[in-house]
């Protein structure tokens, strides 16, 4: 139980385009979803909370302009990287926790997107 | 914010032997404290967890401690496995859930 998918697992682009990334709850599903980026041999930096319903909570430093978050339904929410420079290029992860459980601070990950912008 | 510190950023230990990374943790609201496990590539996996109310949790070869008062925790690997070589990731999150993560710590087990 408690699978998050992502989709697309790759992605290549040409700098300049937009990028919509993925993120479902398979089986379960989520009061909040999380987005985060981890460049190469880094650690995970949390961008921003997606709560289903409400606008995300962005963390300092992220611009919610460029990077778009849409949560539509407690299964679903999505990553869009708008206008994507070669800076963008990253491993961007999701995570997903439980809704109606009686403790939700466990967070399950999603496979992650590679995105490479050239 | 969280700020959370992880030793050591590399550790290489012989097959059958233990292994401890330590974290310290900056903001004593924090109650929750998940260790993640990654591969190349892949997603991060929880491995184990503890909570602020509880000051040791075992599962299996896998131990995790907490030091409220200090702020530290560790993770313990013992009798070390080459499928065990990995990164591993420290954590810690308040009532608002966002994580903080340490930097890493990229463990090798030699066979």
């Known amino acids: 139980g408690a699978v998050v998918s992502q989709h697309p697992s790759w992605v290549i682009c040409k700098s300049g385009t937009s990028v919509k990334i993925e993120c479902r709850s398979l089986?379960?599903?989520?009061?909040?979803m999380f987005w985060y980026r981890q460049f190469p041999k880094q650690s995970l930096m949390l961008m921003a909370t997606s709560n289903e319903g409400s606008k995300a909570t962005y963390e300092q430093g992220v611009e919610k302009d460029k990077f778009l978050i849409n949560h539509a339904s407690l299964t679903l929410s999505t990553l869009t990287v708008t206008s994507a420079h070669p800076e963008d290029s990253s491993f961007y992860i999701c995570?997903?926790?439980?809704?109606?459980?009686?403790?939700?601070?466990?967070?399950?990950f999603g496979p992650g997107t590679r995105l490479t912008v050239l | 914010g969280e700020n959370v510190e992880q030793h050591p950023s590399t550790l290489s230990v012989q097959e059958g032997d233990s292994a401890v990374i330590k974290c310290t943790y900056s903001d004593s609201a924090s109650n929750y404290f998940p260790w993640y496990k990654q591969e190349l590539g892949k997603r991060p996996q929880l491995i184990i967890d503890i909570r602020s109310n509880v000051g040791e949790k075992k599962d299996q070869r896998i131990a995790v401690t907490l030091n409220k008062t200090a702020k530290h925790f560790s993770l313990h690997i013992t009798e070390t496995q080459p499928e065990d070589s990995a990164v591993y990731f420290c954590a810690a999150s308040r009532n608002d859930y966002k994580l903080s993560f340490g930097a890493g710590t990229t463990v090798t087990v030699r066979a």
């Open positions: 089986d379960f599903q989520a009061t909040t």
């Open positions: 995570s997903a926790s439980l809704a109606g459980a009686e403790i939700t601070d466990t967070q399950y």
